[in-house]
């Protein structure tokens, strides 16, 4: 079983910045994928940004040019660095690791709030 935590979500105002962690229990080296989704309220989960195997980045069309994800293979964590926020971006934040076996672990999640 993989553990995966975040952390780094909060309150911020509209064009403030965060950054989410999110720490896998287990090397993130040689996995499929990597990315982080959100669901906000009354919503269904959607993909924010992921990592491939072999680096290529994917963005949903509404963060492209103000999210940036990144990984540490040496530290087993990954990176949403959210810059220009917006009232819309709020919702709940979750990690995702997509396994060598193409098991799929999941965060438990953290709440993105940007309002003024």
């Known amino acids: 079983q993989v553990q995966l935590v975040e952390s780094g979500g909060g309150l911020v105002q509209p064009g403030g910045s965060l950054r989410l962690s999110c720490a896998a229990s287990r090397s993130i080296s040689d996995v499929r994928r990597v990315g982080w989704y959100r669901q906000a309220q009354g919503k269904q989960r959607e993909l924010v940004a992921a990592i491939g195997s072999g680096g290529t980045t994917t963005y949903d069309d509404s963060v492209k040019g103000r999210f940036t994800i990144s990984r540490d293979n040496a530290k087993n964590t990954m990176y949403l660095q959210m810059n220009s926020l917006k009232p819309e971006d709020t919702a709940v934040y979750y990690c995702?690791?997509?396994?060598?076996?193409?098991?799929?672990?999941w965060g438990k999640g953290t709440l993105v709030n940007v309002s003024s």
């Open positions: 995702n690791l997509l396994s060598e076996w193409y098991s799929n672990y």
